[in-house]
C-alpha cells in the first residue's frame, strides 16, 4: 500500500454534552480526525462518547471496513507521534471546559439570598429597634435603601402598623432593601422631644454604618405617616449628613406651633396631644417647637425632594401642613409634588386611594 495514510475518521461520532450550553463546542468535535490506537468508550466530565469506527482510507478505500490496529501501528509507526499530540490536544480542551462548567456554577451558588431580619437593636432602649429586609443580589454599589417611620401622635404606634407599606414597596420596587423603624414614645415627663428626632438619627446613622455587613449603599429614601411623615421631614432637611435621595410624606406634620395653635376644627385635644409629645406650649417652650418644625429647615443647601399626600377632609392634620412645604420646597428651588385626596381623611383610605398614592410613590423614587 505504499505510504498511503491511515486516519480513524470519527465517524458518526455524537459528543453529547450534559451541559447544554456547550453544544456548539460539541459540533466542532463531531467534525474532527485524529488518530488513535482504537477507539474509546470511556466518558469524561464532560462528554460521554459514543462508539467510533475506524476506517481505511488509500487505493482501495472501504470506508467503515474494519482495521487491525497492530497491523497500521506496526507499518506506520511515524504516525503515532501525531496521533499522541492530537490525544493530548483533545484531552486539553476537555479539561479546558470541564473547569469552565465548574467555574460557572460556582458562580451560580454564589448568588446572594435575600434576608429579613427581625427586631435588630441601633440603641440600648427596648424601643429603639427596626425590622430590615435585604433583597437578593444586594450591593453596595447598587443596592439603595427605604426607610420607613411609623406615625401614633409621637405616642404610640409601632413599625408593625407599616406592615402593609412593607408589603407593597417589597413588590413596586424589589431591589430595594427596607428598614422598618420603632421609636421611644413621647409619655410625658419621658421621652419627651427631641427624643424621636434623635431615635431617627440614630436608626439611620446606625443602617448606614452596616453597608458592609448588608451589602448596601448609602442612598436611601424616607417614608413616614402623620408623626412619621413629619420625623422624615425633620430628619430629611435638618440632621441628615448624608442627605436622603427623596422624602415620602403621608399627611406628616410640618408646623409644630402652627398644629397647636390652629388645630383642625377647634380640637383642643389635638392641641392637647402636641403639648404632651412635647412638652409645654409654643409659649413656654417655644425653641423646642421651632427646633422640632421640618418647615424651618428647608433652604436651597437642605432640601430635598419630596412628594406629599394628603386627605382633604383629615381630621387631625390640616392639608395646609404639606402645602405650606411644597410651597417653601418651590420657592428654593427644591423638587416637589404635592398630591391631594379631597375627600379621603387621615390615612383611612380605601383601597383605590391607596393604589393611585403608591403609584404616585412609586414613580416619584425612581425619579431619584
Known amino acids: 500500500m505504499g505510504f498511503q495514510r491511515f486516519y480513524l475518521k470519527l465517524n458518526g461520532l455524537f459528543c453529547i454534552l450534559i451541559l447544554k450550553r456547550h453544544r456548539k463546542i460539541a459540533?466542532?468535535?463531531?467534525?474532527?480526525?485524529?488518530?488513535?490506537?482504537?477507539?474509546?468508550?470511556?466518558?469524561?466530565?464532560?462528554?460521554?462518547?459514543?462508539?467510533?469506527?475506524?476506517?481505511?482510507?488509500?487505493?482501495?478505500?472501504?470506508?467503515g471496513e474494519p482495521i487491525v490496529v497492530k497491523r497500521f501501528l506496526a507499518t506506520f509507526s511515524a504516525n503515532f507521534v501525531t496521533m499522541r499530540f492530537n490525544r493530548i490536544i483533545l484531552l486539553t480542551v476537555v479539561l479546558f471546559i470541564a473547569i469552565s462548567c465548574k467555574k460557572k456554577s460556582a458562580g451560580t451558588d454564589a448568588t446572594i439570598a435575600a434576608l429579613s431580619i427581625a427586631n435588630v437593636?441601633?440603641?440600648?432602649?427596648?424601643?429603639?429597634?427596626?425590622?430590615?429586609?435585604l433583597p437578593e443580589n444586594r450591593s453596595t454599589a447598587a443596592t439603595k435603601l427605604m426607610i420607613m417611620i411609623h406615625g401614633g401622635g409621637w405616642t404610640s404606634g409601632d413599625k408593625a402598623?407599616?406592615?402593609?407599606?412593607?408589603?407593597?414597596?417589597?413588590?413596586?420596587?424589589?431591589?430595594?432593601?427596607?428598614?422598618?423603624?420603632?421609636?421611644?414614645?413621647?409619655?410625658?415627663?419621658?421621652?419627651?422631644?427631641?427624643?424621636?428626632?434623635?431615635d431617627v438619627?440614630?436608626?439611620?446613622?446606625?443602617?448606614?454604618?452596616?453597608?458592609?455587613?448588608?451589602?448596601?449603599?448609602?442612598?436611601?429614601?424616607?417614608?413616614?405617616a402623620s408623626a412619621g411623615g413629619h420625623l422624615a421631614m425633620l430628619h430629611g432637611y435638618k440632621n441628615a449628613n448624608v442627605k436622603p435621595k427623596a422624602v415620602v410624606s403621608f399627611f406628616g406634620i410640618s408646623d409644630m406651633a402652627e398644629m397647636y395653635n390652629n388645630p383642625v376644627g377647634g380640637n383642643v385635644l389635638i392641641s392637647f396631644s402636641v403639648g404632651q409629645a412635647v412638652g409645654g406650649t409654643p409659649v413656654s417652650n417655644a425653641a423646642i417647637y421651632a427646633s422640632s418644625s421640618p418647615?424651618?429647615?428647608?433652604?436651597?443647601?437642605t432640601a430635598v425632594p419630596t412628594i406629599l399626600l394628603h386627605g382633604g377632609t383629615d381630621p387631625l392634620v390640616r392639608p395646609a401642613q404639606s402645602t405650606a412645604v411644597r410651597d417653601k420646597l418651590l420657592t428654593v428651588g427644591a423638587a416637589t409634588q404635592y398630591v391631594p385626596y379631597p375627600t379621603a381623611g387621615h390615612g383611612d383610605w380605601d383601597n383605590a386611594t391607596y393604589t393611585d398614592a403608591f403609584n404616585k410613590v412609586e414613580a416619584f423614587i425612581k425619579l431619584y
Open 27 to 63: 459540533s466542532v468535535f463531531s467534525n474532527l480526525r485524529f488518530f488513535t490506537k482504537k477507539p474509546t468508550h470511556q466518558c469524561s466530565p464532560a462528554f460521554i462518547y459514543m462508539p467510533v469506527s475506524i476506517s481505511f482510507n488509500g487505493d482501495n478505500n472501504i470506508l
Open 295 to 301: 418647615i424651618n429647615f428647608i433652604t436651597a443647601a
Open 201 to 224: 438619627k440614630a436608626a439611620v446613622q446606625f443602617i448606614l454604618g452596616k453597608m458592609g455587613e448588608y451589602l448596601i449603599s448609602n442612598k436611601y429614601v424616607l417614608i413616614g
Open 121 to 133: 437593636s441601633y440603641g440600648p432602649n427596648a424601643q429603639q429597634n427596626m425590622d430590615v429586609y
Open 161 to 198: 402598623d407599616f406592615a402593609q407599606f412593607v408589603d407593597t414597596m417589597k413588590r413596586r420596587l424589589p431591589g430595594y432593601a427596607i428598614f422598618n423603624i420603632n421609636y421611644r414614645l413621647s409619655a410625658n415627663p419621658s421621652n419627651l422631644f427631641p427624643t424621636q428626632e434623635n
